[in-house]
């Protein structure tokens, strides 16, 4: 039963509401969450404080609940709860209410309002609103639109109101909040709410703002670094114009640094004081993002004394967590985090102060360590397209195209050998052998199993023995397509990647290593998803963000065709990607890349976060959750939804199929 810390009832728009900020019980915070209307305990109208002191609220399940008293139709502009955590401040001004056509209940014992208290309520305007900060306070009136108090714009607008119901006094509470019905895109919404008297709004008003102190999880002061040239130079006034108004609305302070060279921002990371900060914010792409992440996790690695040149060893999550403001070109770690690159709901998640731990891979050559991949590493085609459009700076964007064209028609394809280590699965959901009619199969939960029955043959025959090393790794060129059990989506509180047990050393089953060796046109491996302008799902949709692995995608040397169509199903639904007969698919967590240059044929370029990066071999091994952003994760139901995603029950790829080595539309019917 939730507990009831305070009531009281006020106008929402002229109707009659009572208001209850409430602390869900935790046990039944999903369903409360799912049922639009909350059922409370009916109380007294008065207001009614609890037992329960402030320090026990939580935040999430800390609520407002506005309940209609009128027998009036229910306004759906005004929201049945909103949680605490998603308030962003509160304000008192002075209340000029229009001619009265309140619906008194007649069972309710209303304050009547007292006219006679007009003319000294009058001397209290102007009023001082005071914001959260005690120490901030400023001159404003309900009328002033500019936020600027105006005296003639104030007595002109007293002549034009109704003289017989003419209330003024601080008797309204103007609620600033973060609107997420739209799980995936939010917004900022405004509720205004009209008190009986001064004293129930000062009540009301010093409550909340006393609620509010309670959000530990909240930034309070952020450092940004804007990147004046992202986005063909669209991130300073996104950032001015924006972004930075919100954070101001939200009471935090925000230091800021407009970047004048590359790796300005990585170079004050590593080596200023960060103390005094709760998180760090990127305004721009993922270049951007990649210098922060860099100047974030060496400075971490340096203060632990991690050897960062060894490749086994384990990288320490830094304390800050970073903010992602999207105004780059292509934004896909914000795609891939938020669900979308909008500037404004990046910013409401920051403030809000969600969270979300992501997995960051190390990249290695023979010399040692190269690079934190985020992203995606490349190694071929992507990796060539970066070195040729690094050349042709001078086109601006269309570089890429042309050089992604011109790779393209070279069609080439380069001799190599790869090495992946399998990420572990519980023995239950692995490895079902490969039916003749389809590469895969899945059930109503969206996992799917698939495998070669060379590798079922492989591990049922084998001792299993983690320390044997002839099981450890096998060379299996029979091995046509491993792909992996898991198929669902990402999603915000995603089940997969908060299984611990999953990453308990202790439980680990399977590490099984591979070794490919072929001629690949492309080798991709993908930290996440890769969404994007030019690519719908990214090229590994199905990748999880922080379950302590990464895909694996291998591209055969194949005939132009084939080639353009693994890239056409990139740009459109690459879900079914691993079906096509030249591509295979694996979800590991470690590789080791090692091209085997026969003499006169050069070696491809490597890429890592879309950055050129040199080796002769490149060895790339998953870090679980070694990165905490300031986003939410992906309302994936909600997503669908807006896209109109179809995700029939028992057929989860319903649009292209591999059969019999051809592509074909399949209908979504069965
Ligand atoms: N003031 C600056 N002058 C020149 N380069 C900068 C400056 N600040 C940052 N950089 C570099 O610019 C590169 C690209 O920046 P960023 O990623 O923000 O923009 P983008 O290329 O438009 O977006 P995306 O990476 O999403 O395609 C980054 O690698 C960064 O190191």
Redesign the pocket.
Known sequence: MPSILYSTTCYIKNDLYRLRIYIDDQDEKSDIISSKNVQLRTDSLDITGTDIPFNRIKPDLTRLNFELLNDKKINNNIPNTIILNHLLNIQQTASISKKSNRNFSNSLQLQTLDVSDRNTDVKTIPIFEQSQDSSQTQLTSNNSKSGQFSFRRFFSSLSDSNSEAILLSKTTIKINYVDVSNSIRWNIKSLELEMDTEDVANELYSNLNLCLTTLIQRPHRLLAFV??????GR?RPVYDKKVLPIFQEANITVDTIY???????REYVINEILDNYDGIICV????????LCHGLLLRTAHDEQININNPQVNIVRPKLRIGIIP??????VVFGTTGLNDPVTSALQIIVGESLSIDITTVHNENGFVRFMATMLAYGFFGDIIQQSDRWRCLGPLRYDLAGFCQFIRNTSYHSEVTLTLSPHKPTQILHPKTTTSSSSSNNSGITSSVASDSQKLINTSNLSLTDDSFKTKSTDTIDKIVTPVVAFCSRNCDLCADEEKHDPSKIHLPLQIKREGRYTTINCLNMPCRCAKSKYGMSPFVHLGDGSFDLILVKRSWRTGFLRFLWQVANDSRTIEDLPNVERYRVSEVLIRPINTGRKQAGNWSCD??LIHGNEIQIRVHRQALSLFASGIQFEEKQKAENIKISPTNFFPCFRNKDKKIFQESNSF
């Not at 721009?284 to 210098?291: L, N, P, Q, R």
């Not at 105004?327 to 896909?332: E, H, N, R």
């Open positions: 990147n004046p040239l992202s986005g063909k991130a970047t004048e060279r590359a790796n300005h921002a721009g792409g993922d270049g951007m993002f990649a210098e105004a780059g070109s292509t934004d896909a879309g950055e």
